[in-house]
């Protein structure tokens, strides 16, 4: 029960550094672009192997998003290479205008989003992306939670024609997916059955909800816990189900709850099955300088959270 | 090849289809749609190779065109559709409900000619460049033309990609800024002066020709001229010098119909001054 054949510890970066690789190998049609993080981005491989089909932009993010756009007329799949700050807030209206309402087949990969960037602090810490990104028709939103995963989705997301948000991270965290796993955009994992209460997790909070999930069920508490990957489109279904069940359901996140999976999540449990619901992440606040670790103690975002939470749900 | 007098009665019928098309709905961007008029009707219809009747996206072995200035839809859909895009009877639409030709282009409703959505300005180089190098990848040699406006150049994306264009060697594009020194609070001059454009340029890469953009001659004999650079490792520029409301006497050289419809004496009084040619829509 909640065991995991694990694979050496890695950040999910490098997942996305590795699928592109082999996307390259596969798909003639893949081309990247990175605005002077290749190192960071972990694309060094693609681009010393596919040299004709990488192209460097430099610290020029605005424009970076109009190639990408214009590489897609002509049949080529682009995959843009920077951290989630520059990724999204500093080029809103390029992606909006270019990528979305002109429906270009971009593939914005973006690393380095949300506190666990670490010592850089706050200016580099977007904490709204999922929101600004989901709010923008026809573009899919996707956010996996470790290595494998977010190898999988790099894999996935070139077979799905239209924009694309693929969000990761930084640091080196526990890789318990599946190697080789196939990635179905929109479909939730349901990772546990349960019946007392409902944990639905993204991104690096999915391993502290299965720590999380753990202690609860030690206690007797039985959990139904659920990766949502995909944030847009949401796995609405999955979410409806297990409330039904529980009635209880805690969303958990490394970005601001307004706007985030928490927020949609809200908004699809209010319409089709109101659920009494506890939200961990950041609470309108902006990030700061500090480790991973002291930033997601400090910030609220530990298992130790999601079992206050899950307690306080059961108490009503 | 199409006669500098058959361009020019062309250009006549589109600046009529222009008038009637803001007149209709009492909104749109009149003057920088007659200014470019000449400059639009040379490329469409001797300048660049086209496949209007089977339109794709991708345009694989056409010359493509990018429209960086969005809000100059009016004078872009009326060549799209006489040039054989689409029906001209569609001009009839614009900016109306439900309608493909939205006050600035998109490609969200499919209308054939247009590859990307603009109106926000500043991104159509960027644009262009990315679907250059697309060219070249596929071994494709067509060119890629753009078209900006002067009061655009304002924007810091349009000097990222013309850094990047050089940079990278983009030498299958050939931009164009129509250079008419209005905007709309007043003269370039005196929102944002521009300083030395071809200096700018040529310290960016660029290899930059001048032109009057009214005089067919000189203005096709540049496109041919920037035509004849490409392929030598540079991107190419034409300052294209033009009069903002050119061939309507009321509105020509002043910003005051950047933005504003004409009323039905006015409409009258400009359709007066341009011949029919080609049959209103």
Partial sequence: MLEFDLSPANDTRSGFGAGLHELGQKNPKVVALCADLIGSLKMDAFKKDFPERFFQVGIAEANMMGVAAGMTIGGYIPFTGTFANFSTGRVYDQIRQSIAYSDKNVKICASHAGLTLGEDGATHQILEDIGMMSMLPGMTVINPCDYNQTKAATLAIADHHGPVYLRFGRPKVTNFTAVDQNFEIGKAWHIHEGNDVTIIATGHLVWEAVEAARELEAEGISVDLINIHTIKPLDEEAIVRSAMKTGKVITCEEHMINGGLGGLVAQVLAKRAPSLMEFIGVNDSF???GTPDQLMEKYGLKSKNII????RLMEN | MVSN???????????RDIVRMVHAVNSGHPGGSLGCTDFLVSLYFRQ???????WNMNGQGEDLFFLSNGHISPVFYSVLARSGYFDVAELATFRKINTRLQGHPTT?????GVRIASGSLGQGMSVAAGAAQSKKLNNDPKLVFTLHGDGELQEGQIWEAAMYCAHHKIDNIISTVDVNGQQIDGPTEAVMSLGNLRAKFEAFGWKVLETNGHDLEQLNATIDEAKSLTGNGYPIMILMTTSMGKGVDFMEGTHKWHGVAPNDEQLANALGQLEETLGDY
């Fill in chain 1, 308 to 311: 206050a939470a899950a307690k």
């Fill in chain 2, 48 to 54: 660049m190779t086209i496949n209007p009747t089977s």
């Fill in chain 2, 108 to 112: 969200h409703d499919s209308l054939p």
């Fill in chain 2, 5 to 15: 007098q058959e361009l020019s009665r062309i250009a006549s019928q589109v600046r």
């Fill in chain 1, 287 to 289: 990030g700061e300088s």
